[in-house]
């Protein structure tokens, strides 16, 4: 609709006037902003903020540095995870007796398997509590330590430290003790280093064997000793919290000197074990009523004999694990040696020994000799040296007077090592010196009627205090050390361990071991390995063969050996009684038969003489050998024709226990079973046979009758038992041997001078070597009844006469009727009544198989 025009619309009413409009205002200029009034809080904020960041910055990189610094030539720790500290060896008897002790430290170490809990335990209360928890470095530990040693600032007191026990490990063993903040920083370093590299349970070994505990024991094995003379598993709980008492300061704390300050110690260790649950507060309470009582360590009885076995077995290890290992690898070493029966072998050894120098060697005179008074004989006598090989239980005396029947000697006399000097005097009587007469060229003595052609005063001499009878004075018996030497080993022929060895008089006048080290020829000792073949190769016991003259062409000229008896022949003889009686003739001709090559392939094949030259003088003993490989190689007939190797060593542990050798090398049957069987396990003999059975038990069998009827009586006289062995003298006596073994055990002497030289006229292994072999045979089986030998599947027993005893022999099926003599076929010829060897011609014939012909004549 168009709008109201007002002319038209009546009702229009015009619109009032639009006011003016008003006058364009004047821009306004832009305010400039209020400037702040500075605030001075905030200024200071930011300079320190700045200040903060800076030094935080600075203080890295110095710190960064610090460390490059400390930790530019820190030691190599990762050895520590092999580390094996130095450690006695200690080698044991067989009946677990302290034999002796190799080392270059004394020192025990112990694996932290073998270390009780609550020994572990109180030391880690006492010294690191968060040990299992922290990473080398304990800073609520630092913190504690911090804040002890403000609070006892100024009381002079030492302050505390805030080693955790990796800081202790790595000082002790990596930087040392020097109390600097270098050193601290270096330790902390290396407590990282090595917790990341190391379990917990090394460190807190390594701790606890390395730490000082005062009275040189260094480690808890060594302080349990140290103080209570125990080991680690037989320590009480107040024991061990003693024990973890002792690293602050082993000195302050000795029970000896401070017992309050011990026992106040040793009290709170207790209270933070049982804090920490080690122990309950009960067995802390009932510990802490215990005294602190010391025993102090008393040095392990050592055996007192044994010296020349004990050598040898050092020597041994050696040789098998090296001087370092021997001495500083804690080995337990158990040996063979049995101390009663080593001690019993040692005195036989020097009776014998003694008899002889009596017989043969007279007296040689005094020792030395001083100016005697009524006072100053003491200092004088004091200062002689006592010769080498001097028993302990003999003293050296000064002759005071002398009377034609008797003469008063002095000697000093003391309790033990502190106790004052004592002297001493008692009189030696004509019956303690009826033996020493004066040697005289050609094996003479002079008449010895009083006591002025004995000793003169001030004459310095051995003498042996006789305890006299009830009511009587003590006497005197004249003494000195032989110059004959000998030598015994006795072994155990089912398995070759060896039971006793004497190298000689005594170690301390010789370390040479005689029985071992010493070559000497053996004599007729050797003889059974001349036979041995014979009988092998189905040569009977009862064959016989021509005792007479023999001539051998050898490129020095004809060689005419024989017998002990020059001039005696016996006509034919079986080999039972060329044995018997040792008849060099007939073993001559047997090894003739057999061969050389033969004989010797049987000396190499028991162990006896490797090599041995193809000379029919080496038949009657004439080749070099040991004691210890004739006992192995009789041991050889005993155990049944098995080669026995000796032993000395049973078994090695390491320092953890471990086998690491073992000498036995018999397996055994049944023993890893998860239950027990109806059967016993069984050892598993695997020995090499290096003999016929059969025949090795006809050697046994014509051997004892050795003992029974021949050459070798003395060795079992009285003793009422199976015994087997052979005697061996070699050419102008230089050497006496017995040989001898029963079914549990070989023993073998020898008697002789160091620089070979005669023993004398008729002194024979009979006489003077199978006594000593009885005395060691009868300390050996002493209270065990007697054992037969026994004879091998197939051997043929016949009862037979020999001599005028009845005797069973033993044979090789088939062979009982086959002896015929041997000897008087080829070669030779009747003169005179007497058997004569046709030079250069060798005895062939015979009724018996020859292994060197292979016929059968």
């Given amino acids: 609709m168009p709008p109201s025009d007002p002319r038209i619309d009546p009702g229009f009413e015009p619109a009032p006037p639009a006011p003016a409009a008003p006058p364009p205002a004047r821009r306004a200029k832009p305010e400039k902003p209020r400037r702040r009034r500075p605030s001075l809080f905030g200024g200071v904020f930011r300079l320190l903020f700045t200040l903060v960041a800076v030094g935080l910055i600075g203080g890295a990189v110095a710190a960064f540095g610090l460390y490059r610094h400390f930790a530019a030539d820190l030691p190599d ?11 006695m060896s200690r080698i044991y008897a067989a009946d677990s007796r302290l034999l002796a002790e190799l080392a270059a430290e004394r020192r025990v170490f112990m694996p932290i398997e073998a270390i009780p809990k ?8 006492a010294e690191d509590q968060r040990f299992w928890e922290h990473h080398g470095v304990d800073p609520l530990g630092i913190l504690r330590a911090v804040v002890t040693n403000i609070e006892q600032y100024g009381t002079g007191r030492r302050m505390g430290g805030a080693s955790a026990i990796t800081q202790q490990v790595a000082k002790n063993m990596l930087v040392g003790a020097d109390r600097t903040m270098m050193r601290k920083a270096r330790e902390a370093i290396l407590a990282i280093r090595i917790e990341e590299a190391l379990p917990k349970e090394r460190i807190l070994e390594l701790y606890l064997n390395e730490i000082f505990l005062g009275y ?33 300061a082993p000195n302050n704390y000795n029970p000896l000197r401070y017992p309050e300050a011990a026992r106040a110690r040793r009290d709170w260790v207790l209270d933070r074990m049982a804090e920490d649950g080690a122990i309950t507060a009960e067995e802390a309470a009932t510990a802490k009523r215990e005294p602190i009582v010391p025993r102090l360590l008393r040095r392990p009885e050592v055996v007192q004999v044994g010296q020349h076995f004990t050598e040898e077995v050092r020597r041994e290890l050696i040789n098998r694990f090296g001087a370092e290992q021997t001495t500083t690898g804690g080995l337990v070493v158990r040996t063979s040696i049995e101390p009663p029966m080593q001690a019993a072998t040692e005195q036989a050894l020097r009776s014998g020994l003694m008899s002889y120098d009596r017989r043969r060697g007279g007296w040689r005179g005094p020792v030395a ?15 002689v040296q006592r010769p080498g090989g001097t028993l302990p239980e003999w003293r050296l005396a000064v002759v005071l007077e002398v009377r034609d029947r008797e003469a008063k000697l002095g000697w000093v006399e003391r309790a033990d090592a502190r106790a004052p000097s004592q002297p001493r005097t008692a009189s030696l009587g004509m019956d303690g010196v009826v033996w020493s007469r004066k040697a005289l060229p050609e094996n ?26 009830a009511g009587r004075p003590d006497r005197l018996a004249l003494r000195q050390i032989p110059q004959i030497e000998g030598a015994i080993v006795a072994l155990d022929p089912s398995n070759g361990r060896v039971l006793a060895m004497a190298g000689g008089w005594s170690f301390d006048k010789s370390q040479f071991n005689r029985a071992t080290q ?11 390995f001349v036979y041995l073949p014979a009988l092998e190769a189905g040569v009977p016991p009862n064959q016989r063969f021509l005792d007479g003259p023999i001539e051998v062409m050898t490129p020095q000229g004809p060689w005419r050996p024989s017998n002990y008896t020059e001039g005696s022949f016996n006509g034919y003889v079986s080999i039972r009684t060329a044995l018997q009686k040792s008849l060099n003739l007939v073993t001559i001709r047997v090894a003739q038969e057999v061969g050389m090559a033969k004989v010797s392939e049987t000396a190499a094949r028991f162990g006896v003489i490797d090599n041995m030259p193809r000379y029919l003088a080496m038949a009657l003993g004439s080749g070099e050998t040991t004691v210890l490989r004739m006992a192995a190689g009789y041991a ?28 036995d090398p018999r397996a055994c049957q049944g023993c890893d079973a998860a239950a027990p069987g109806e059967e016993p396990p069984k050892l598993v003999d695997a020995r090499p046979q290096i003999a016929d059975p059969i025949a090795a038990y006809q050697m046994t069998n014509i051997l004892t009758g050795v003992v029974q009827r021949g050459t070798g009586m003395a060795a079992g006289k009285g003793l009422n038992r199976p015994i087997a062995g052979k005697t061996g003298t070699t050419n102008d006596y230089f050497d006496n041997w017995f040989v001898g073994f ?16 005669t023993l004398g006229k008729d002194e024979t292994g009979g006489q003077n070597a199978a006594p000593i072999f009885r005395e060691v045979l009868e300390a050996a089986l002493r209270n065990s009844p007697p054992v037969p030998f026994q004879a091998p599947p197939g051997v043929a027993l016949v009862r037979m006469q020999d001599g005028g005893a009845t005797i069973l022999e033993a044979f090789k099926p088939g062979t009982e009727n086959s002896a015929r003599p041997v000897g008087g076929r080829i070669g030779w010829q009747q003169h005179r009544g007497r058997c004569r060897a046709e030079p250069g011609r060798a005895v062939l014939s015979g009724g018996w198989y020859s292994p060197r012909h292979g016929t059968r004549r």
């Fill in 77 to 87: 720790y990762r050895w520590l995870a092999d580390y094996q500290p130095s450690q």
């Fill in 118 to 125: 609550k020994v572990q335990a109180a030391f880690v209360s």
């Fill in 216 to 248: 040189q024991a260094y480690g808890v094995a060594a302080a349990a000793q140290a103080y209570f003379n125990k080991g680690l598993d037989e320590l009480t709980v107040a024991e061990i919290g003693f024990l973890g008492a002792l690293p602050k």
């Fill in 369 to 383: 000799r001083v100016s005697t008074g009524a006072t100053d004989w003491m200092p004088q006598l004091e200062a």
């Fill in 444 to 469: 003479r003595f002079a008449p010895m009627r009083r006591m002025q052609d004995v000793v003169a005063v001030g004459d310095v001499v051995t003498v042996e205090v006789l305890p006299g009878a």
């Fill in 518 to 528: 010493a070559q000497r020829q053996p004599g007729s000792s050797f003889k059974p």
């Fill in 636 to 663: 050889g007939f005993a155990s049944g024709g098995k080669r026995v190797t000796p032993s000395f060593i049973d078994s090695v542990q390491d320092r953890r226990g471990k086998v690491i050798w073992r000498s």
């Fill in 742 to 757: 029963t079914p549990d055990i070989v023993i073998a002497v020898w008697l002789g001078f160091d620089e070979p030289r």
